[in-house]
């Protein structure tokens, strides 16, 4: 079904779904880290309640789940001895603490996460608390194109490896990861032809999967098919924001469609992507403008979380929260959860309509084209670019007043995020990157495109 057919919403059809941010400055785009300069919130001050989380019931097992999860995709990093990147467990364990004693309750990881480094550090910290008080979720991320990775046995051993590095004997949400990346043939391949549902759900019987489900990226075909498949899923994943309700582009589905869809068949919905990737947390001034008018005090991201959280189908919306204000900030939203008014929607629509004029490429930093094999920083670059066109300074048209500063924010910043032998113009085009991608950039095109904007940009001279 194309998302071209699902467009035309009205803000009805959303709002009957319902249950009861600062401008990127100069700063920022010259390369500020998020340590000393968080664009993520505007005002993240005040008590963090400890008994007001929303939650939400899981009607196939009762399960009473925070409607804020824990994304554990990007836990905090360190340098090893020697030279290493690893996970800082002590942060890990600060945050897992906090987040269970302010309510959050689901955690939400895969075997690929973190580079495989993210199901040990999440298990590691959970360990530490009654298996009662938290729900841990990762996926069966059986996605690599050789043919053992997708046998019945190498899909069991990806299984039983989460066990191991989770420190578990059952888990409490498990996912068919990525459904759609390459279409019907390859649901068939990965869960069905192997019988890999049928060993998931003998699984399930036995007690050591307590719900079963899948996460959703691409091709929609491949949803409508897995849904239709004779199984009463516990629960899916799919992305869900307020663009990509029916302004979806790309890989992307509409996630009306998507969210109306399940909620046909019982299956509540978990939410990924309630940010885009971030995007929705860097509105500029001009952008932010129609939320102002009626919410000055709250930021980006807090409109966004809202968002995701009012249909009444929602399950539980996961954040990737490095950093504790960014945990504190979504804990307060969801303490409990205003749902959006008829108002506030039209508001949204209109910040979505402007978004949707911006040069913007569709990259959620998930990692999953990482490690480049030639060292490029592909989310790194992504990332700056888009930092600019968020804040409306590129350094496009050398007539405009502004270019010559634009252009000195775009260097300096590109030159201090992405270090000079991991930027785009080392790029070989090889391709290897691409089928890698959920949103399906055509990496190795952009990298072209930005290296020679930069290259254009080199050529005046200097800063």
């Keep these: 079904m194309a998302n071209d057919d699902k467009k035309n919403i009205s803000r009805r059809d959303f709002l009957k779904t319902l249950g009861a941010g600062t401008a990127v400055g100069a700063a920022a785009l010259a390369g500020c880290k998020p340590a000393g300069c968080n664009t993520n919130t505007s005002s993240i001050t005040g008590e963090v309640p400890k008994d007001k989380m929303t939650y939400r019931t899981n009607p196939h097992t009762g399960d009473r789940v925070s409607l804020l999860g824990y994304g554990c995709m990007r836990w905090p990093m360190k340098q090893s001895s020697d030279g290493q990147a690893e996970v800082d467990q002590d942060a890990v364990n600060d945050l897992v603490d906090y987040a269970l004693d302010h309510g959050v309750n689901y955690f939400d990881t895969a075997p690929g996460y973190l580079r495989g480094l993210s199901e040990a550090a999440t298990g590691a910290a959970l360990k530490r608390h009654p298996r009662e008080k938290f729900f841990i979720a990762t996926k069966l991320s059986n996605m690599a194109p050789d043919a053992y990775a997708r046998s019945r046995e190498g899909s069991i051993a990806m299984y039983r490896q989460s066990f191991e590095r989770l420190q578990v004997d059952y888990i409490d949400y498990y996912l068919l990861h990525s459904i759609g990346g390459d279409g019907v043939p390859g649901v068939d391949e990965r869960f069905i032809d192997n019988g890999m549902i049928d060993f998931l759900l003998r699984e399930k019987e036995q007690g050591r999967i307590r719900n079963l489900g899948w996460s959703f990226h691409g091709d929609v075909e491949a949803f409508d098919h897995l849904l239709a498949y004779p199984v009463q899923w516990d629960f899916a994943m799919i992305q869900l924001n307020y663009m990509d309700w029916h302004h979806a582009t ?27 990737g971030g995007r929705l947390s860097r509105l500029n001034s001009l952008t932010q403008a129609p939320l102002r008018r009626l919410r000055p005090d709250d930021s980006p991201a807090k409109w966004a979380f809202r968002y995701a959280g009012s249909p009444d189908n929602i399950l539980t919306v996961l954040s990737g929260m490095t950093y504790l204000e960014h945990l504190q900030e979504n804990i307060r939203t969801y303490s409990p959860l205003e749902p959006i008014t008829p108002e506030e929607y039209d508001a949204l629509e ?114």
């Design 350 to 463: 209109e910040v979505t309509q402007l978004l949707l004029n911006e040069d913007f490429i569709p990259c959620t930093e998930c990692q999953y084209c990482m490690p480049c094999h030639y060292g490029i920083d592909i989310p790194g670059i992504f990332s700056h670019y888009n930092k600019v066109v968020n804040a409306r300074r590129m350094p496009e048209d050398a007539g405009d007043s502004n270019y010559r500063k634009f252009r000195r924010e775009f260097l300096i910043g590109y030159d201090r995020s992405v270090p000079k032998l991991r930027q785009a113009k080392n790029c070989i085009g090889c391709g290897i990157c691409k089928p890698e991608c959920p949103q399906r950039i055509p990496i190795p095109d952009q990298m072209q495109r930005i290296d020679q904007f930069v290259e254009r940009l080199r050529l005046e001279g200097g800063y």
């Design 250 to 276: 790309g890989r992307n589905v509409n996630a009306e469609y998507l969210y109306s869809e399940l909620e046909k068949k019982n299956v509540p919905a978990i939410v990924m992507e309630p940010l885009l």
